[in-house]
């Protein structure tokens, strides 16, 4: 045997006992994870609780790091570049991976091969309100006053590519609607105009809009989740009357491409843990979310189905970020 191939096979033969050795040193220093959004919004949040949560059985600090713009690749960008390590990790919502590489001429980074799925980490419904000077009670109706008044009916977001603008975009495509997306910047300033009736409707947080709605100033026609929400039971899901009809941001885990797998499952034992402590699961409740754990492989596919089922509807809105 030649030493060239000794030497491959010698290095075949200690990569996997070398990844195991990194899992068991793991970490060696405090972890980052990086929220590609500005501080003291709902994935900031959300991040600094699981970041607080991970810290004890890791036995390490996790830092949030807040890493704003460019729709989110900005932050992607670096846990891209990090060393694949473990040791930097990305609090992904739909936007690094799913929407922007769709709504955007090119990304940063291959937003497939330059990160590691770890885990799921929750879903949370956006709600659908109307001004109650919108004569509909219910989606049905209001599909229909669409129709009638093609072009007439506004709908706010909270931005070009945000959640609240694809759930719109979605109801368009789906119930084969034309109404006409009024972009914000924020859902403050959206909701001040919701509320001012200068705008018809939003499909938005709910627990920004599920207030609104109980004191009577908004009026909520559905839950963009598949069913309804535990906060809103009464409220129905819009998928009640468009089969099929999920818009539900979800937000996950993700590491640098090529983290050693023992590294990545040590990380997804740590939060599938988390996520099934009771005390864990009240908070997330009260905040109207759902815990959604995973394995891997489970978020690797649901990333890839996600991508291919915005990429339908962005592709159909002609929608483009630059």
Known sequence: MSMTRRGLLAASLAAPALAQAQAQDFPARPLRLIVPYAAGGSADASARMLAEAMAGPLGQPVVVENRPGGAATIGAQAVARAAADGHTLLY???????????????????????????????????????????????????????????????FASSGVGSSSHLAGELLKFM?????????????????????????????????????????????????????????APDVPAIAETLPGFDAAPFNYIAATGGTPAPVVAKLNQVIVAILQRPDYLARMEELGEEATPSTPQELSATIERESARWKQVIEAAGIRVE
């Open 92 to 154: 992904g919502t739909p936007a690094p991976q799913i929407i922007s590489p769709h709504l955007m001429r090119s990304v940063p980074y291959d937003p497939i091969k330059d990160f590691a799925p770890v885990s799921g980490y929750k879903r949370a419904p956006n709600l659908l309100v109307v001004h109650p000077s919108v004569p509909a009670r219910n989606l049905a109706e209001l599909i229909a006053l669409a129709k009638a008044r093609p072009g007439t009916l506004t």
């Open 175 to 231: 119930a084969q609607i034309d109404i006409t997306h009024v972009p914000y910047r924020g859902t403050s300033a959206a909701l001040t105009d919701l509320l001012g009736g200068t705008v018809s409707m939003a499909l938005d947080t709910l627990s920004v809009l599920l207030p609104q709605a109980r004191d009577g100033k908004l009026r909520a026609l559905g839950v963009t989740t598949p069913a309804r929400s535990k906060q």
